[in-house]
C-alpha cells in the first residue's frame, strides 16, 4: 500500500454501503385516509382536496371551484342553504372550532358567478336522450352529471321558473335569487332543454312519446300535510308551503298582523321569519315539545328569535277562531311523549300557518309496472333504480333525508347509474378508504387559529327587508379560513416526514408528488409515523 | 423562539417545511439539496435524537458557510456510529482526536485557518454530553475563556450512552443509568448535584450561547444561522432523546422532546453576552409526569411502589425554570426574574389571533396573496 498515507491501510468508504434497512422489524408506508367531511357531505365532494386548492389563493380558487363543480354544481348555493354536516363532523372542531367549510364554498361559488366561470362538457355524446321530470336541485344535478357524461337532457317542469323548493321554498333572504339563476343558467347553458309550465301526468307516456332512453323522477313533496283543527267558519288557515310559494308571485299572502304557525321544522322557522317581515308584529311558533325536541336546526331558531318570532314550546292549537287560537299547555310524560294537561289559554292570531311536513305528489306513477311506494315515497334501489326498468328517481320522493344537498347527492348518482345503465354496465363506486379519524393526528403542528365569523346583518335591517341575512367572506379570510384545513389523513406535504427521519430515508419527490421510504436505509423507528400531523404514514409489520 | 413564526398555513411554522412558503423561508431540512451532512448507513439506534440533532444542526452550518467548514468530534455515540473505518457518514471535512478535547482541537483548526488565510472557513466542534460537560469540561472553558472562533455543540442525552449509560454531569434527578441504579430510598441519580452548561457557558459572559431541542427544528436552525453571524466563542446546546439510554419508544424521540420544553425542565433560550434575550414560551402547559412516564429510567417513580414525593421534586425544578425563564406568558411581572429582558419572542399564547386584522395583515405580507 505504497500510495496511502502513513498509518491508512483501506481506502475510505462511505457508510451507504451499509445497508441499515436490514435492522427493520416493521415499515412505514404512506396511506390515504378519508376526512371526515368527505365522508359526511351528501353531495360527495372532496372537501378536503377543494380547500386545499383554495389554500394557494390566485388561481387556485378557479381549481377549487372546478374540484366542487366534479361532484355538486351549486356551490353558491350550498354556501347559502347547505346544513353542512360537513362542519359538524369536521375534526378542526375538536382543536378549536371547524373549518368554515360552507363559507369557503360560497366564496368560491360566488368568485365563479362574478368571474363567469363555465364547465365545458368534454364527454363524445352517447345518443342517448334521458327524461328528467323537476327542475328541483335534485333533477337539475342529474341534467348537469348527465350532460357531463355525454348524454342529451330534457327537464319538464310544472312550475313557472327552475329550482323546485330552492325558489318556491326556501325565502330570498337565505337565497337570493340572482344566485339560484346564475347556478341554474350555467347547467341550462350547457344544452340541457328544459320545459317549464309542463306537468307530466304519467311518465310512461311521456317517455314514448318523447323517445326518451331512461328517466330520472325528482318531483319533490310539495303537498302540505294537513292536521285537523277543530275551526270556526272565518278562521284563516293557510299551509306553510303554499304560503312560500305564493311569495314568488305577484299577489304576496295576506297573513295580517299577528301569526301563528305549527310545526317546529326549518319550514315554520321560515314562514314565521318570512312574515315579520311582510309587517307582522307578532309571530309565534306554536310547537308540542320542547325546544330541544323541535326537528329545525339550532342556528334558525336562533335567527328566528334574534328577529323577534316568539316560541311558544309545549303548546298545541285545540281550536282556531277568526282573530283568535286557543292554545293547550302540553307537558312531556316519561317516554318522551308530550300529553295534555287541560289548561288553556288564548292566543291572537289573524293567520294560522300550518308548517306540519309535505307529502309528495306521485300520480304521474300511477300504472307504471314494477314501481313501488311505501310511506308516500317511491322505492329505489342502491342504484337510485325504481322498480321500473330504466325509471330512476332521487330528492324528496324518495326515502332519504329531505335536503337540496341530498337531492343533488341522489341526482349525482342516479346519473353515474344512468349512464352505467345505458351503456349496459354497472356503476362501480370507489373503494372508500378507512376514516381519517381525530385520534389519527398529530396536533401539536397545527397552528391555532379560531374560525372566522361570517357577517350578519343587523337585526334591524332583516327584519324589515328580505335582504340577504348571512354575509360571506372576503378574499383574505376565505384564503385564512381554507387555511384552517387539517387536511385529515391525507398528505400535504408539510415535509415533517422528510425531515424528522434520522437516517435520511425519506425521499421528497418535489411539489405535487409527495415523498417515498427508501427502504435500504429505513430501520422502522416510526418517527415519522408520530410526527405526521395528518395521519398519512401508518406501520406495517414486515415479512420476514 | 428568535424566528418570526409564519401563521394560518395549517401548521404555521411548527412543521419542517410548508409548500405555501417562498423558497427562501423554508427550512434547510425541507430542502430537497440539503446536505445530509450525516448521511444514511449510520449505525446509530433506531430513532436517535442525537444523529437527529447532527444533522440538522451541521446542515445548517453548511448552509450559513456556503459549506466552507470543519468539525472537530468528541468521542462517544455520534463519532462512534458515524465512522467504523473506514467507512464514514460524513459529507463534510471531519476530524476525530480523544474523547475530552474536541473544543481543543476545534481551537486549534480554526488557529490554523486564521494562520491559512482562511477564516473564510468556519470550525464547529461537538460532543456528547459526557464528552463536553464533564472530560472535555476543562478545553471548553478555556476555549470559551479565549473567545476563540468556534461554534461548539453539545448534544445532550443526558449519560455517557456509548459506553452503556452511565451517569454524567447532565443525568437529572432521579434518572436510572447504570451507575445510577433504581434502588434504595433514593432510587436513580442524586438531587442537587451536576453542571448546567449553559448557564455555565453564559458566565463566560461569550457572545453567544443558545439551547434548542430536536422538536423544534425552526428554532434550531434559526439559532445556528444567528450563531454563526457571530465570531468569537458561541455555544449551543441540543436537547437529544435517546431511545436506548432512556428506555423509550424510538418512536417518541421527537416527542419526547417535545414535552420536555412544555414540562419547562428544559428551558429553551438564547442569550448574547452573558444575558438572556429571547426564551421560547411554553404553548401548553403539562404536568412533568406526562414527560417522565413514557420513559423506563424513571419507571421507578410510577406505580404501586413509586415515589410521588420524587415526582414532585422534579416537578418543583420545572416551576423553578419557568419562573427564573419566564417561561409562561401569564407569569405576572413580580415573578419575572430581574434582568432576564425577554426580547425577540413570539407570544404564541397572548396573541389574540380573534383579531382579524392584525392576523391578516401577517397572512398577506407572508404569501404576498391579492
Ligand atoms: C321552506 C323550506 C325551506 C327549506 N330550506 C332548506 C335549506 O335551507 N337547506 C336544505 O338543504 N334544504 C331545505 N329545504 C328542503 C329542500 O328544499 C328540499 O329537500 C329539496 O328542494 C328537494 O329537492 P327535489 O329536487 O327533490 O325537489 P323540489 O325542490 O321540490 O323540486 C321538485 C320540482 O319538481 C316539479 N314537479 C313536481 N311534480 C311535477 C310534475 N308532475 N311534472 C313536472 N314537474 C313537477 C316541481 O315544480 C319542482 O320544481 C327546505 C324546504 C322547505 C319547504
Ligand atoms: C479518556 C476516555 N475515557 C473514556 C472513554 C470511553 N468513552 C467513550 S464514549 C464515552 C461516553 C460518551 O458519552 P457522551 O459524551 O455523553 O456521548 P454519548 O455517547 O452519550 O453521545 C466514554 C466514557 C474514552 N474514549 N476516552
Ligand atoms: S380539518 Fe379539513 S380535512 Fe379535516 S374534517 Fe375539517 S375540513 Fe375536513
Ligand atoms: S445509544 Fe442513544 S445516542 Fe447512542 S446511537 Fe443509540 S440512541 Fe443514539
Ligand atoms: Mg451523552
Redesign the pocket.
Known sequence: MPNKPFAITLNVGSSLANKTGSWRTERPVYVDRLPPCNNACPAGENIQGWLYQGEEGGDGYYRAWHQIMLDNPFPAIMGR???HPCETVCNRAQLDTAVGINSVERFLGDEAIKQGWTIEPDAPPSGKKVLI???????LSAAYHLTMLGHKVTI????RA?????R???PKY?LPRDVLDAEIARILDMGVTLGLN????NVADEMAAGGFDAAFL?????IGRRAYIPAGEAAHILD??SV?RSMEGEQKPLLGRSVAVVGGG??AM?VARTAKRLGATDAVVVYRRTRDRMPAHDFEVEEAIEEGVEMRWLSTVKHADAGKLLIEKMVMDEAGFPQPTGDFEELEADSLVLAMG?DA?L??LDGVPGIEADDGVVKVNQAMMTGHPGIFA????VPDD??????IGHGKKAARNIDAWLRDSRYEPGHKHEVAHYDKLNTWYYADAPATVRPTLDIARRTSTFEEVVGGLDETNALYEARRCLSCGNCFECDNCYGVCPDNAVVKLGAGNRFEFNYDYCKGCGICVQECPCGAIEMEPETI | MPYQPIKFYQTGSFVVGNRLLDQNERSVQSDTERLNSLTSGHRACQGCGEALGARYALDAVAKATGGRMIAANATGCLEVFSTPFPETSWRIPWIHSLFGNAPAVATGIAAAMHAKGRDDIRVVGQGGDGGTIDIGFGCLSGMFERNDDVLYICYDNEAYMNTGVQRSGATPPAARTATTQAVGPNPGNVFGQGKDMPRIAMAHEIPYVATATVAELRDLEAKVERAMSFRGARYIHVFVPCPLGWGSSSNDTIKLARLVKETGLFPVFEAEHGEVTAVSKIRRRIPVEEYLRPQRRYAHLFGEHGHPETIERIQALADRNIARYALLDDLPDSLKPPGSAVGRQVRWQSEDLSEQTSAMAILTETTGAH
Do not use: E, F, K, W
Not at chain 1, 321530470?133 to 333533477?139: D, K, L, N
Open positions: 342553504v347547505c346544513y321530470i323537476g327542475a328541483g336541485p335534485s333533477g319538464a317542469d310544472s312550475g327552475p329550482g323546485g323548493m330552492m318556491y321554498g326556501i337565505r309542463r306537468t307530466v301526468r325528482a318531483v319533490g313533496a310539495h306553510a308551503v312560500l326549518n319550514t321560515d309535505q305528489d300520480a304521474l332521487g330528492g324528496d320522493m329531505r335536503t337540496v344537498t341530498v337531492g
